[in-house]
Antibody, heavy 114, light 107 residues
């Protein structure tokens, strides 16, 4: 069974760093790119960027370029989304999804508040 | 970036009605379009890809059509369990933009 399992909810302060994860199982992790999608409270879906786990090539939305970093570790079949300095406006649900959108993680709620 | 514009933003229909949601791309995306359903508090679910191909396990009352810049999602015979927000997404080029969503309710 294909699964993407994300790390748990996080509560952070502005300026702190954070890395959340998305672990794939039940398929060849390096065969499918992983996308990250943001959903702010009560709002729509926003595509943040993508990574090819086979070679860690990344492509970012201009809206997120420079503010987040997407990475992957193919040895553990895990993709990551990280921030070096969180802002209150980063408060959102974050989803990972397989490239074709057929499988999604359960989401990781990130709350940034002083 | 390719802009995706959905209409309407919300709609209310009766059980059994036929519901149509449109999605317009700001430039030609051929058939690189997907439709997702997101129920309140749930993870988005892929309904249709390649503009008109039904994802495995999705009820046949859902259908998609269109190519180029204009696309349609149709729900034949709306059911109570179809209450959700529906999103289109283009995957012709990065960034893979979503439409703003269409909220479907039961009248």
């Amino acid at each position: 069974e294909v699964q993407l399992v994300q790390s748990g909810a996080e509560v952070k302060k502005p300026g702190e760093s954070l890395r959340i994860s998305c672990k794939g199982s039940g398929y060849s992790f390096t065969s499918y790119w992983i996308n990250w999608v943001r959903q702010m409270p009560g709002k729509g879906l926003e595509w943040m960027g993508t990574i090819d786990p086979s070679d860690s090539y990344t492509d970012y939305s201009p809206s997120f370029q420079g503010h987040v970093t997407i990475s992957a570790d193919k040895s553990t079949s895990t993709a990551y989304l990280q921030w070096s300095s969180l802002k209150a406006s980063d408060t959102a649900m974050y989803y990972c999804a397989r490239h074709h959108g057929d499988y999604w993680g359960q989401g990781t709620l990130v709350t940034v508040s002083s | 970036d390719i802009q995706m514009t959905q209409s309407p933003s919300s709609l209310s229909a009766s059980v059994g009605d036929r519901v149509t949601i449109t999605c317009r791309a700001s430039q030609d995306i051929t058939s690189y379009l997907a439709w997702y359903q997101q129920k309140p508090g749930k993870v988005p679910k892929l309904l249709i890809y390649a503009a008109s191909t039904l994802q495995s396990g999705v009820p046949s009352r859902f259908s998609g059509s269109g190519s180029g810049t204009d696309f349609t999602l149709t729900i034949n015979s709306l059911q109570p369990e179809d209450v959700a927000t529906y999103y289109c997404q283009q995957y012709n080029s990065a960034p893979r933009t979503f439409g703003q969503g269409t909220k479907v309710e039961i009248k």
